[in-house]
């Protein structure tokens, strides 16, 4: 009788720890699959399921650390405890199958902790991620603070481990920030401004895509293959433009791109001019390729201008040769160029800023390092995609966003795109701003 309560009492003991060990498994995928969004949008709830999955991910390291604690631990106990059970209940022949008993415990075990202690819990975790967090978010925090001195520890130690190996592995390389504090003491003081400039583009040349400093599919203006010829010169007067792709419905199936001087010698011909023999084959590039490879391209093709498409096939935006050398040398203007600056200084701590500027090059111009923004920019590439990362969700005019001591506003906004941006930097007592 003894002997099965005691049983019965393992059972009931080892259904609890599986259970722990669901909610603790699935919490870790359901806290650290939370965006940057996901979390702003959670700190403007007054839910306190929801503040309390902002206040536990205050410290994601701490956290971690105390999930894989109790985790490890409430495993190890759950295998002593089904080691005693399978004991009890199944009697084995060890001089007729030696190793059979250790064999059976070992797939029983794994089978158990694998189900409900892996799969169920981050597949139902990883479907509805806030949801979990907030269900179990009071279990997580009794965790948190169980093992918050242990956690504690090791992340401290941990940091020190990592700090050493990094050194290691840098051994003599710098960083950019070195790169960056090197090119400032040893650039003499004749053009010193443009001098730096151009070196700590050289510098950055090679970590950038595409992406990053293409123009946006917003921005590209094409020519629809079946206007007549007429219409093709308007077009080009109009914008002034060298190359223009050539598309058929939308700008997702270009066919080709035109050059403006090859439609010169044909100036005078008549209104129904065929001019699609005129259209030369189009250069397709991904986005997230590197700039510093497609120059290489260009140079071996010996062309100027790209098609940049996103992963689905999609017309992402252009990119030309000049837009991949002002990398290097700054804004190269020509007489077409407007001479308006997408970024306008109103004093030290005030700038009016056109959304579609690269989040590159407003570090650049406000002397940050350009990965100043990279914890909160998602996969945005400009200052307008940076605000709708920051506001999670599209804004209204007049709307702010903070982050650190940046102030962002919305001044302007056309055909659902922000188009206008104030900045206003908080001086801090002592600037911590990385500069760039």
């Known amino acids: 009788m003894a002997s099965l309560q005691q049983d019965s009492g393992l059972f009931i003991l080892i259904f609890i720890l599986l259970f722990l060990s669901f909610v603790i498994a699935g919490s870790e995928v359901a806290f650290f699959s939370l965006s940057y969004k996901d979390i702003q949008v959670l700190k403007t ?18 956290l971690l650390s105390s999930m894989l604690i109790a985790n490890s631990f409430i495993n190890i106990c759950i295998i002593l405890i089904a080691n005693i059970l399978i004991d009890h ?6 001089i007729s199958f030696p190793g059979l008993e250790f064999i059976i415990k070992v797939i029983a075990v794994t089978l158990l902790l694998l189900f409900f202690g892996e799969i169920l819990p981050k597949v139902m975790a990883t479907q509805n991620n806030i949801r979990f967090a907030q269900d179990f978010g009071f279990i997580i925090q009794v965790v948190y603070i169980i093992f918050s001195k242990p956690s504690g520890l090791l992340v401290k130690y941990t940091n020190l481990i990592e700090k050493k190996l990094e050194q290691k592995r840098l051994g003599s390389s710098y960083s950019m920030e070195e790169l960056d504090h090197a090119i400032e003491l040893t650039t003499s003081p004749s053009n010193q401004a443009n001098e730096k400039n151009i070196l700590k583009g050289i510098v950055k040349f090679g970590n950038i895509s595409v992406k990053q400093i293409m123009k946006t599919r917003l921005d590209v203006c094409g020519v629809d293959a079946s206007i007549p010829f007429n219409d093709l010169l308007a077009h080009i007067k109009e914008h002034n433009y060298s190359r223009f792709p050539i598309y058929k419905e939308d700008l997702d199936s270009i066919s080709g791109i035109i050059h403006t001087k090859d439609i010169i010698p044909h ?8 001019w699609k023999p005129l259209i030369r084959p189009a250069f397709f590039v991904h986005e997230q390729k590197m700039i510093e490879d497609l120059l290489k391209e260009f140079q071996s093709k010996r062309i100027h201008f790209a098609i940049v498409v ?16 002002e990398e290097i040398v700054g804004d190269i203007k020509d007489e077409f160029d407007e001479e308006e600056s997408m970024i306008k200084k109103i004093d030290e701590y005030h700038y009016i800023i056109e959304g579609k500027t690269t989040i590159i090059d407003f570090c650049n111009f406000i002397e940050i390092a350009t990965n100043y923004f990279d914890t909160v920019k998602g996969e945005s590439d400009t200052v307008a995609g940076l605000f709708l990362e920051l506001a999670g969700a ?3 005019l007049q709307q702010v966003v903070k982050f650190k001591q940046f102030s962002f506003t919305v001044l302007e906004i056309q055909k659902n795109r922000i188009h206008k941006i104030q900045l206003i930097i908080t001086p801090l007592p002592t600037q911590n701003i990385e500069h760039g």
């Open 89 to 94: 209940f199944f009697i084995f022949d060890a």
């Open 310 to 325: 996103d992963e689905f096939g999609g017309t992402s935006g252009i990119i030309t040769l000049e837009d991949i050398l």
């Open 394 to 396: 599209f804004p209204t």
């Open 267 to 274: 100036i005078g011909e008549n209104a129904d001019y065929d």
């Open 45 to 62: 709830k007054h839910f306190k399921p929801f503040q309390r999955i902002v206040a536990l991910l205050e410290d994601p390291k701490k």
